[in-house]
C-alpha cells in the first residue's frame, strides 16, 4: 500500500505566479488535510476535505488560497498571486476515519522568490 | 495562543537510555492525542495515540501517558537508539470537531553512541 504522495517535491515560484501542490492519498483513505510548517515552526493545519467537500478551511488565508478533493484524482492546493511569506513546506495527511491517525506525505518545498 | 506546547526544543540522552520527551495543552476539548516524528525534508511518521479514555498506551520501545486533570502527555522511548534522533511533535485534536491535529512545536531528540 503506497503512502501518501505529493508533487512536486519541490516548487519555485515568483511573485504574483500561482502555485498547485498535488496529494494523493492512501488507498481507501477518504480523509485529507493540508499542513503547513513555517522556517522553525510547527505545522498548522489549513484545510480538511473528504471527496468533493471542503469541511473545515477554518484555518486557510481567507484570501489567495483555495483547496479541492474531486471524486476523481488528486486533492489540490491552490495558491493564486504567491508572495514571499507563502515559502513554507506543505504538507498532506490522510486518514481512513476520525478520529483516527492521519499519515503525512514528504511534503512540498514552495519557495517564493 | 499556543494550545499545544512543548516546552523542551531539544533533549539529548545516551543510547540505551530512556528519552522522555513532554508535552502539555491547555484545551480540555483535546481527547485524542499522537505523537509524530520528523527527519529533515520528510514528511511526519506516526508513532502512537492515544485517546482521552485511557492513561498509556504501549508500542514496542514507545510509550504515551496522559495526565488529564494536569493537561499532559510524555512519550518515553526505552531503549533509545541512534536512529531515534529526529525532531518529535506531539498533537491533539477534539473528536467534536473536524480532527483537524493541533501540534506543539517539537523537541529535538539526539542520541549519543
Known amino acids: 500500500n503506497a503512502g501518501v504522495m505529493q508533487n512536486p517535491r519541490h516548487l519555485v515560484r515568483r511573485r504574483g505566479q500561482e502555485a498547485r501542490l498535488r496529494c494523493s492519498p492512501m488507498?481507501?483513505?477518504?480523509?485529507v488535510y493540508w499542513y503547513r510548517q513555517l522556517p522553525e515552526e510547527g505545522l498548522k493545519f489549513m484545510v480538511y476535505?473528504?471527496?468533493?467537500?471542503?469541511?473545515?478551511e477554518s484555518g486557510m488565508p481567507k484570501e489567495r488560497f483555495s483547496a479541492e478533493f474531486p471524486k476523481e484524482g488528486p486533492s489540490i492546493l491552490r495558491i493564486q498571486q504567491v508572495v514571499r511569506g507563502d515559502s513554507a513546506a506543505y504538507f498532506c495527511a490522510s486518514s481512513p476515519r476520525t478520529p483516527g491517525e492521519q499519515y503525512f506525505g514528504p511534503g512540498t518545498r514552495l519557495t517564493v522568490t | 495562543d499556543q494550545q499545544v506546547k512543548q516546552n523542551s526544543p531539544s533533549l539529548s540522552v545516551q543510547e540505551g537510555r530512556i528519552s522522555i520527551l513532554n508535552c502539555d495543552y491547555t484545551n480540555s476539548m483535546f481527547d485524542y492525542f499522537l505523537w509524530y516524528k520528523k527527519y529533515p525534508a520528510e514528511g511526519p511518521t506516526f508513532l502512537i495515540s492515544?485517546?482521552?479514555?485511557?492513561d498509556k498506551n504501549e508500542d514496542g520501545r514507545f510509550t504515551v501517558f496522559l495526565n488529564k486533570s494536569a493537561k499532559h502527555l510524555s512519550l518515553h522511548i526505552v531503549p533509545s537508539q541512534p536512529g531515534d534522533s529526529a525532531v518529535y511533535f506531539c498533537a491533539a485534536s477534539a473528536t467534536g470537531g473536524a480532527q483537524k491535529l493541533v501540534f506543539g512545536q517539537g523537541t529535538r531528540l539526539t542520541i549519543n553512541p
Open positions: 488507498k481507501g483513505h477518504s480523509h
Open positions: 492515544i485517546s482521552s479514555i485511557k
Open positions: 476535505l473528504q471527496k468533493e467537500n471542503i469541511i473545515d
